[in-house]
Nanobody, 117 residues
Framework: VQPQASGGGLAQAGGPLRLSCATF????????MGWFRQAPGKERKFVAG????????NYAHSVEGRFTISRDSAKNTVYLQMNSLKPEGTATYYC???????????WGRGTQVTVSS
């Protein structure tokens, strides 16, 4: 089952936006979930990751201190709270299962985030 990202839209630079990733339960053998983003004409890049226990998170340097990843096990949802958004954050955001250490798979449809300056 592929996870479903949602919550994207138009945001102003400096503002917040929260993305959600519906995981539909842990139907895939995995360690946790990750968020990635892909800007037009660029490669997809890691943004943040979390283990299923919620005890370990990691972030790309470019978002550290501004973005927070979390999970709600009861709702089978992983969130990405994005604060202090920057125009370079404009991209399609995807979530995926971490099926091996630092290896992600089962990419669902992404959600578009546009940050206006």
């Amino acid at each position: 089952v592929q996870p479903q990202a949602s919550g994207g839209g138009l945001a102003q630079a400096g503002g917040p936006l929260r993305l959600s990733c519906a995981t539909f339960g842990r139907t895939v053998s995995s360690y946790g979930m990750g968020w990635f983003r892909q800007a037009p004409g660029k490669e997809r890049k890691f943004v943040a990751g979390i283990n299923w226990e919620g005890t370990s998170t990691n972030y790309a340097h470019s978002v550290e201190g501004r973005f927070t990843i979390s999970r709600d096990s009861a709702k089978n949802t992983v969130y990405l709270q994005m604060n202090s958004l920057k125009p370079e954050g404009t991209a399609t955001y995807y979530c995926a299962f971490e099926v091996e250490r630092r290896s992600f798979d089962h990419w669902g449809r992404g959600t578009q985030v546009t940050v206006s300056s």
